[in-house]
């Protein structure tokens, strides 16, 4: 099904984006965004608990506009369906690939990207970003029962840890601890590795620990970022909600999160994570 979702979002993105207009056709589709009834929103509806693709409306679930008969649900949602109340609009989710969502914002074919992206500075120089709505701690998935003497990141040392290839997880892992470290493709490699027991654990921000522990063979550390866990900047943890440089949208929705604090954040993300779809 995901594959279906992908080649059908492709597919869409190539006919929207073949679609756009002149310059000018832009900008006034960007002037006009702020008093537009409608709020379209952007992410790829395929990770999960931040986002994902259903057959129903189901717990809150909100159609996706450019794919036919299939809904989408989970944190980023929900934040959407807040924010487009918030500001009296209509919400209108569209799954893009992720490479795709920036230059939609830029281009006027989306009013905002809310689709788990993190504000690093390389992003900030191509679309602005509204105040984080989340903000995770960097934790080790591992066995229900094991590593229990692990209580910062100076007890790894020694633990055959993994992280996924490419990302600063796996920098930090390496940098910061004196851990056998593994580098691996993917979270399904990784996962699969725990199981067999050819690591011990693995890097991954809390959401996402939360969602593969509901199956309670496994369990995380709960580390704290800069305190017992990794050295981390608040841009690789956090997520905001990107718009086009220079909309007065993102006050808007700095407005519509105000009070949208830390407790209610936590406990909407483990409401997402209870309901959304296990990895296959």
Known sequence: MKKIISILMAVMLMAGFAGCGNSSEKTESSNSAAESDVL????ECNYAPYNWSQADDSNGAVAIKNVDNMYTNGYDVQVAIKIAEAL????EIYAYEWDSLIPGVQSGKLDMIIAGMSPTSERWEKIDFSNNYFTSNLVIVKKAGSLEDVKTIADLKDKKIAAQSGTFHLDALTSQTEAKANEMADFTTMLIGLKAGTIEGYVAE???????C????YDYIKFVNNDTGFKVEDDE????VGVKKGSELKDKINGALKDFGTDAQKELMAKMVAIAPSEE
């Open 40 to 43: 379209k929103v952007g992410m």
């Open 206 to 212: 809390e959401p996402t620990a939360m969602a593969v």
């Open 237 to 240: 943890v956090s997520i905001a």
């Open 88 to 91: 009296g609009k209509k919400l």
């Open 214 to 217: 509901e199956d309670k063979t």
